[in-house]
């Protein structure tokens, strides 16, 4: 039978928990069912096409569907496509093995998982079992997946107290950073402050920095307004990382594999002692990893940490992850500056077709692979608090008249660029981001 977008919408109503299954914020407008996609374009089930900017918000790093990238799944379909018991290896595990320590300039040794928010949690573990120290550190405004005890959380601004974050509601970029259910004692072992402000961090490790086992953030604040580290920022966090014992972590499910191969950390010239990947590591199967010193990450290799989990070895993710890489590391990394020559074209084109439909206050900023969409006079945002100047109602106008003139970009006000989109693709989307500059209401 012929689908139709109301039709199982209504049927979705009966049977699902709501219109989309991850955490993206409600939209006014009814769901949407997509039927197929390819390349950098989406098909609902009505075959109206939406060109794809937001790229499941970052694993679909070479579109949907790039030929050697299905070649490479649909030879280890063949071959072996499921988990191994334990008492296998799979040839793939030491070929990505190899390419994430040749790449990954903290990467000594790797561990395998299935999700960004899985591999977070045992970096949570092993920081733990390698300092004997009870807490975490993490950033306002860093996303680490949706379990209890990473999931929002406000800065407590009481200074007398230890800064453990409280349970408030509230939302980040459209997200909900709260949640019913979450356990009583989920954020008592932690300690949460803003990211980006080195005196801040110093003043909490002179007080607690002997009780902290891990700093865990993200080194570009990709997933609240595409915030960069100040100059220096990332070496500081370093240095006193060092000074007082504490374990290092970058999230890297977004920045890794997308801003080079090596991810941020190569970017920056600055080395965390361990870093978690996911998102774009397999280009848009499920699959996620760990990598960092071999010091701590022995502790999985002896077991006393466990990180079990029967799909952590997923042969299609891992024959995936092979792929990526290779594909990305092709040519001396032509793949990035194609993103890098793509990209400029993009914010340039942006900026001038802005102007001319009176919005001069266009804000464009983001690592390489992202753009981040706002309306603000200013040149950067080191942090959230900078853009909360910003004209917001302009912000989600924007992306919902992208939607209806089949644009979709990400949650959170995201432009996601790869390296593979045709000039077909770049010149029609970008008439369609006129059309959406002329209808955006104007500034007042």
Partial sequence: ??????????????????????????????????????????????????????????????GHGHPRWISAVEAQLDRLPSPLPGQFYSPLEVELGERMVSAIP???????????????????????????????????????????????????????????????????????????????????????????????LQDVLEKYGDKIALIHMEPIMCNFGGCPPRPGYLETVRELCDRYGIVLCFDEVITGFRVALGGAQEVFGVTPDLATYGKAIAAGLPFAAVAGRADIMELLSDRRVVGAGTFNCFPLGMAAAVATFDLLAEDNGAWFREVDRIQAHFRQALRDMAISHGHDDLFLQGPRGQIYVDFLKADVAYSPAELNAADAARRGAFRLICMDEGLSIGAGSRIYISGTMSGEDITEALARFDKVFARLPKPN
């Avoid at 009966?14 to 219109?19: N, S």
């Avoid at 974050?165 to 970029?173: E, F, L, M, Q, V």
Wanted: hydrophobic letters at 40%; charged letters at 20%; proline letters at 8%.
């Fill in 1 to 62: 039978m012929g689908y139709t977008n109301a039709n199982l919408a209504s049927r979705a109503a009966k049977v699902l928990t709501g219109p989309q299954s991850n955490l993206a914020p409600p939209l006014p407008f009814p769901p949407i069912f997509a039927e197929r996609a390819s390349g950098h374009r989406i098909f609902d089930v009505e075959g109206r096409d939406y060109i794809d900017l937001a790229l499941t918000m970052g694993p679909l790093i070479f």
């Fill in 106 to 200: 903290c990467a000594e040794r790797v561990k395998y998982g299935l999700s960004g928010s899985e591999v977070v949690q045992l970096v949570f573990r092993l920081a733990r079992a390698f300092t004997n120290r009870p807490y975490i550190l993490r950033f306002d405004g860093h996303y680490h997946g949706w379990m209890d005890n990473v999931l929002g959380g406000s800065i407590n601004q009481d200074r007398h107290l230890p800064p453990h974050p409280i349970d408030s509601p509230g939302a980040a970029g459209g997200f909900n950073t709260s949640t019913a259910g979450r356990s009583p004692v989920a954020l008592l072992d932690q300690y949460k402050i803003e990211w980006n402000d080195a005196e801040a």
